[in-house]
């Protein structure tokens, strides 16, 4: 199952649990939400241990080092060990500013909700 054997780094996100399933992994990095050793990476790209995998979740980078490569998927308790999680702490929920949002088709705004959002920025 595992070796030190270069692997590709969809199969490898998928295996260590990072995507639910590999072709989520895929469309990520054709989005370019992957990165490998800072580069941007194409789904078939081989990782190997010690290669720097960066990926971008709801917003946030996830900064992995790869110790194992692994081809097929394994439970969270060996994913663990596969990979060095250098992710740095999220910043608390306070400190990310709420963005307001209307729902879809919900027309124009009025003017309370106008003034509202304005008061919100700061105008």
């Given at each position: 199952m595992s070796s030190d054997s270069p692997v590709r780094v969809d199969?490898?996100?998928?295996?260590?649990?990072?995507?639910?399933?590999?072709?989520?992994?895929?469309?990520?990095?054709?989005?370019?939400?992957?990165?490998?050793n800072g580069e941007r990476a194409k789904a078939a790209q081989p990782v190997r241990p010690g290669d720097e995998v960066r990926v971008r979740?709801?917003?946030?980078?996830r900064m992995l080092v790869v110790r194992q490569t692994l081809v097929k998927r394994v439970s969270a308790s060996v994913a663990v060990t596969a990979l060095e999680d250098r992710t740095p702490p999220r910043p608390?929920?306070?400190?990310?500013?709420?963005?307001?949002?209307?729902?879809?088709?919900?027309?124009?705004?009025?003017?309370?909700?106008?003034?509202?959002?304005?008061?919100?920025r700061g105008r």
């Open positions: 199969a490898w996100l998928w295996a260590v649990r990072q995507f639910k399933t590999r072709s989520a992994a895929t469309s990520a990095c054709r989005a370019g939400h992957v990165r490998v979740v709801d917003g946030f980078d608390p929920r306070e400190a990310v500013p709420v963005v307001p949002v209307r729902d879809r088709g919900a027309g124009r705004p009025t003017k309370r909700e106008r003034r509202d959002l304005e008061r919100l």
